[in-house]
């Protein structure tokens, strides 16, 4: 075991998290050049709480919004929501709640597990508000949800790997990046099919974000399609990222990542001080594909297409300010994740494919909050499918002004840097890079899949 010290480093990109979310939370803005939803005329009709609001709440908001969880109020009863209906009704009508800050007039529009609510549903919610949060019978109330422990993961896993040593974090005190390197305890090589990385039990609100990378030797004769298309100067492989509002990664069918027999994990951790000492033994938790399996695609997770490079970041006081950057894939590609990343002054991240034709792809824009480091993962049917040589262009949007209560002095430039004062601006990626036979053939069922 060996536990490594440093005073920052690529966690860094993450920041400042504030852990208090949720409908009253201050900090969390509108999600930029997204329209609030509007109450339809057809919603005239009467709505209670036990037959209309409850099953939206179990959808779309009690996830975070129960008790020892990150929201500040529990939605799960009807006692428990009453108290902030004309809250609800307000962040669900400005799209603030539940957190999804994909725009819905721009570029693509379906992806896996997304709680967004439908114009009907905020409708509803402002009725029911409108007719004074009427409670209804409860032989109309659903079952409760029902919620694994805190030690739930996302799928069975086949193997979890934990730091080797407990870490306690102080009370107070600034905020500390560590790495905990652990043995897998693994004796065979196998491929990993869905993994998920997660702060040990309590240790939520200490754990800003959480890193685990692969240490490992692996020869070229056994890697995966696209696992030795990258920096070949490491033995490190990324793994995995935990961050709020982030669940377990299940890779797509025919794509993995190759975990040798031996191989050690690194757990990069950022922490910072709540207030409470508290402990903290992080974990990882893998599923394999059944033996013998072999997946041909390795998936790639990299941050690309920064507009923070160099000194091009340039965030005068006062003023909202665009930043651009760019990734050129010199493959084909099939994305089937993006995520925004910045600080506390970023605004929006667009993404566009600009194709080797000269003509470009939209792909979205999504609004930016600094509490939820969401990841969009496409639907199977429309993630996107790009050819050698296009190029992913990024347009990022800080807002250094009064106008941004994250911002904690407008009066100031701000630039690039790795402290919560300074800003970022990049995506996260993730991706297969295809073999030119694979790409023909996926964008010829593609297009026959949207002709039906």
């Known amino acids: 075991m060996k536990v490594l010290s440093r005073p920052w480093g690529f966690g860094s990109a993450l920041l400042g998290f504030i852990a208090v979310v949720g409908f009253v939370a201050a900090s969390m803005a509108v999600p930029a050049a997204q329209a609030p939803a509007s109450p339809s005329a057809a919603s005239v009709k009467p709505v209670t709480f036990t037959k209309d609001i409850a099953p939206i709440l179990?959808?779309?908001?009690?996830?975070?919004?129960?008790?020892?969880?990150?929201?500040?109020?529990?939605?799960?009863t009807y006692e428990d929501a009453r108290p902030y209906a004309r809250s609800i009704k307000t962040r669900t009508m400005a799209r603030a709640m539940p957190p999804w800050h994909v725009e819905r007039n721009i570029g693509i529009q379906k992806f896996k597990d997304d709680p967004s609510l439908t114009e009907e549903e905020i409708a509803t919610i402002a009725a029911w508000v409108d007719q004074g949060a009427p409670k209804g019978n409860m032989a109309d109330m659903p079952p409760p949800r029902q919620f694994e422990a805190d030690d739930y993961w996302h799928f069975k896993p086949d193997l979890i790997v934990e730091v080797p040593v407990v870490h306690v974090v102080p009370a107070n005190g600034p905020d500390v990046f560590m790495d905990f390197i652990a043995d897998s305890g693994l004796t065979e090589d196998r491929y990993v099919r869905a993994v998920e990385t997660k702060p040990g039990p309590g240790a939520r609100g200490v754990t800003h974000h959480l890193l685990t990378y692969l240490i490992q030797t692996v020869d070229p004769s056994e890697a995966l399609i696209g696992q030795n298309d990258r920096d070949t100067s490491t033995t490190e492989t990324f793994l995995n990222e935990y961050a709020v509002g982030k669940n377990g990664d299940i890779l797509p069918e025919g794509t993995g990542k190759l975990m040798k027999a031996g191989a050690k994990?690194?757990?990069?951790?950022?922490?910072?001080?709540?207030?409470?000492?508290?402990?903290?033994?992080?974990?990882?938790?893998?599923?394999?594909?059944?033996?013998?399996?072999?997946?041909?695609?390795?998936?790639?997770?990299?941050?690309?297409?920064?507009?923070?490079?160099?000194?091009?970041?340039?965030?005068?006081p006062g003023l909202v300010t665009r930043s651009d950057g760019y990734y050129r894939f010199d493959k084909p590609v099939h994305i089937t994740a993006i995520q925004a990343h910045m600080h506390n002054l970023g605004k929006r991240l667009c993404l566009e494919a600009i194709l080797p034709t000269n003509t470009t792809q939209q792909l979205n824009c999504v609004g930016w909050d600094f509490n939820w480091h969401k990841v969009y993962n496409y639907a199977d049917d429309v993630s996107p499918l790009l050819p050698a040589g296009t190029v992913l262009h990024s347009m990022i949007w800080h807002d250094n002004s009064a106008a941004n209560r994250a911002d904690p002095d407008p009066r100031n430039w701000r630039g690039f840097g790795q402290r919560t004062l300074d800003e970022m601006g990049f995506a996260w990626i993730t991706w297969s890079n295809l073999t030119d036979e694979d790409y023909k053939a996926m964008v010829a069922e593609r297009k026959k899949l949207n002709s039906n």
Request: with cysteine.
């Open 265 to 316: 994990i690194r757990f990069s951790t950022h922490y910072h001080a709540s207030g409470k000492e508290t402990p903290d033994r992080s974990r990882v938790a893998v599923q394999f594909y059944p033996k013998g399996y072999v997946p041909k695609y390795h998936q790639i997770s990299l941050q690309i297409a920064h507009a923070d490079s160099g000194d091009n970041l340039d965030l005068p």
């Open 58 to 76: 179990q959808r779309s908001c009690q996830t975070c919004h129960r008790p020892d969880q990150m929201a500040p109020m529990s939605l799960m």
